[in-house]
């Protein structure tokens, strides 16, 4: 009896602890989905929140994080009355190393004032100041997140700034994939001009691009996710892919051709769920 009743006792006591180990890890979980999705909304906060209003030119964008974190960015910001600022970021793995990384680059790629002073440049004198280029952009990011072998980090980054009035795009793309071109009256191409290394892998100048658009031309920056998307082959969406589908739907609105490019992603996956951060940022002149 004594032998039973000890045995009970000792079972009682390691259920008790089992109980309260478990309430302990579901509690610590609760944190990190709370601090999870805190984080996500400090992601989606730091997304256009609303389009430039721009006469003849119409802005559209689509994002969607593989997992609750992305380590892709991107936005667009009117500059002043004659420009406006576009870019997609791409930090590599995922994660919350990813999308810290994410969240400070945003943070300096931002046209706010008081959020950042990357866009404009020191005024010379009281009444007159400028945009930094596309490349200068690029220079500055590359300083200031150098290389980590702690982290071993690093960016791609196609940013560009759009002159509204001429229909001129001026851009940089750092190890990124170039832009895709649908022309109102010609097949739809890319652009695979390097204009320098990824961010923060090695120092170097980066050459700028000039895309001079025509009345009804629309330009798509896009990240490798859309590229590199899976089906059950194992077969990647690729870049003729992609170019083909911009060239379909060029008869939906801006819009609704990012909306059916997606739809498109999912069905060659066979799912929803992407596997990679997806995002593209479009724009069609006048």
Known sequence: FVGVQSDVTARKQAEGKLIA??????AVNRRMRSDLEAAARVQQALLPSSLPHVEGVQFAWVFEPCTELAGDSLNIM???????CLYVLDVSGHGLASALTSVAFSR?????????????????VESTDR???PAEIAEFLNRKFPWD??????STLVYGILQCEAGEFRYITAGHPGPIL??????????NATSGPPIGFQRG???????????GDRLYLYSDGVIEAMNASDEEFGKERLIGALDELRDLSLEGSLSALEKRIEQWQGKADFDDDLSVVAFQWR
């Not at 300096?108 to 010379?124: G, K």
């Not at 649908?182 to 652009?191: E, G, L, W």
């Open 21 to 26: 180990a478990n309430a302990e890890i579901e």
């Open 108 to 124: 300096f790629l931002s046209v706010r004032p008081e959020a950042s002073s990357l866009l404009r440049q020191e005024p010379i």
């Open 205 to 215: 100048a980066y050459e700028e691009h000039v895309i001079r658009l025509r009345p």
């Open 78 to 84: 009117q500059a002043d009355g004659e420009h406006v």
């Open 149 to 154: 072998p702690e982290t071993t980090q690093y």
């Open 131 to 133: 945009l930094l280029t």
């Open 182 to 191: 649908v022309p109102k009256q010609s097949p739809a191409r890319s652009f």
